[in-house]
């Protein structure tokens, strides 16, 4: 196993956990171990909310060369390593390669060159008559990660704080820790000023919690599942703490017309198996209009037999295993109660036996109070739904997630007045390009606050207001 880490990184330096326990990390492929992880407890996360706290002092009062240094840094760091970090992901994760190396050369990277450049123009302080009303850093933050995605959730949270003057005790999936660690590792080596991230491996209900409810913490920075987000939440408000809570979906796309079916079904089954269905945006509901079902259903079974499944390394590979027994018997579960529930399940592959695999699957007649249209599965499930034309909104609307949805139509007018009607944060039009740019998040259950861009910044920001402030 080439990947051991055995101690937290805390204040620039690798300090072994206090109960000294690691935890090993399985491949979910092979469902053997292929690295481990330190696993700490409420004193690693005092020590590293103590670094934070002191490096915080300075930095909070950093210029914008010293930030944009070390921004430039982390994309130097991370475009010569997009290669072994994919690899790790793949490992760790059972992510397929390809879609692990497109994910780690592309958001992360732009995220970093954007932060750099709205740095130069980010105005962190303005006035209004005679009073001064100023951006500050709001303090220390917790970033806590899930393992779906591994880098580019722990860079923009790292990377946005950084920008914004914060320091960062981050706390990754004790599923998925490696990735966390190799970055880290990398920016150390490079020259990380100590402090400004702090990286504390374990799990939620010990280290997570302990991070949440430290009085050193002013920010958390959290993407998980909708509960998780809720009991963090609840403790961060005890303590009056703001949040930033990007959680899970079930975003419906929207087909409204014949002519754009084609289309619109092969990006729907593109972003239903990204990740193996382990993507927070997938588009897991498919909604079209009653006339259209037989013909949505069979190009969706086209597109879901093309689906080559087998080992994450492979570059051929689109369907791995999921990331553990736990999430594949999960799965498992909800789709058997699909069937339970009266559900026709239209496609179902044949899948390897070793490895945490599930079954790509196709459902119809499905209906919105069944789980399989209500729960997230975080596996390769399509829900296929259909109503009168007048009635599609609503049934795309009924979900107790606001995360993204995709609507589809070959008159543009039409498909932007369907599109205003969605209570999603993140809405694509025809297939429309993914801006990093963008303020990035959702509605109702999927969570509170943005990231990305300038709106990611300004989450870790607070204003101070003084009257008769001006200079
Ligand atoms: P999870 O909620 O189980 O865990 C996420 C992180 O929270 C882990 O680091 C975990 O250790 C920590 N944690 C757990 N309990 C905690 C507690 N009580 N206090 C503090 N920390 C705690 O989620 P997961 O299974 O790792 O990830 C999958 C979920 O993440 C899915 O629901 C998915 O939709 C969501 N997700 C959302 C987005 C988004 O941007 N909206 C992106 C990726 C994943």
Partial sequence: ME??????????????????AVLDVENPFLVEACGSAPFGDEH????????????????QHSSIAQRQQVL?????????????????????????????????????????????????????SSTLGTTRVDRVAVGPVAAITPWNYPISQLLI??????????TVVAKPSEIAPLCAFRLVQLFDKQGLPPGLINLVGGDGPK?????????????????????????????????????????????????LDEQILGTAIAGTVGSCSRNTGQTCTALTRLVVPANLLDMACELAVSHFANLVIGDPRDESTVIGPLVSAKQRERALE????????????????????????????????????????????FAPVLSILSAPESELVDLANDSDYGLAASVWGTDTAQALSVADQIDAGTITVNGGAFNPAAPYGGL????????LGRFGLEEFLEYKTFHGGVR
């Fill in 72 to 124: 430039r840094m982390m994309h130097e760091v991370l475009v010569a390593n997009v290669e072994e970090l994919a690899q790790l992901w793949a490992l760790e994760v059972g992510t397929p390669i390809t879609t692990a190396r497109q994910a780690t050369s592309f958001l992360p990277v732009k995220v970093l060159e954007d932060l750099i450049t709205i740095l130069d123009e980010f105005s962190f």
């Fill in 157 to 166: 949270k790292c990377a946005s704080a950084i920008a914004a003057g914060c």
């Fill in 207 to 255: 280290v997570g919690d302990a991070m949440v409810k430290h009085p050193g913490i002013r920010f958390v920075s959290f993407t998980g599942s909708t509960n998780t987000g809720r009991s963090i939440a609840a403790a961060a408000g005890e303590r009056l703490v703001r949040t930033c809570l990007e959680l899970g979906g079930k975003s419906a796309s929207i087909v």
């Fill in 44 to 59: 690693d996360v005092d020590l590293a909310v103590r670094a934070a706290s002191t490096a915080f002092e300075s930095w």
């Fill in 334 to 377: 909800i789709i058997e109660s699909g069937e339970r529930q009266g559900a026709e399940k239209i496609f179902s592959a044949k899948v390897p036996t070793t490895g945490h695999f599930v079954s790509p699957t196709v459902f119809r007649n499905v209906e919105p109070t069944m789980r399989i249209a209500r729960d997230e599965i």
């Fill in 444 to 451: 109702k259950q999927s969570g509170l606050g943005r990231e």
């Fill in 3 to 20: 990947y051991q880490f055995d101690r937290h990184y805390i204040g620039g330096n690798w300090v072994a956990p206090h109960s000294n």
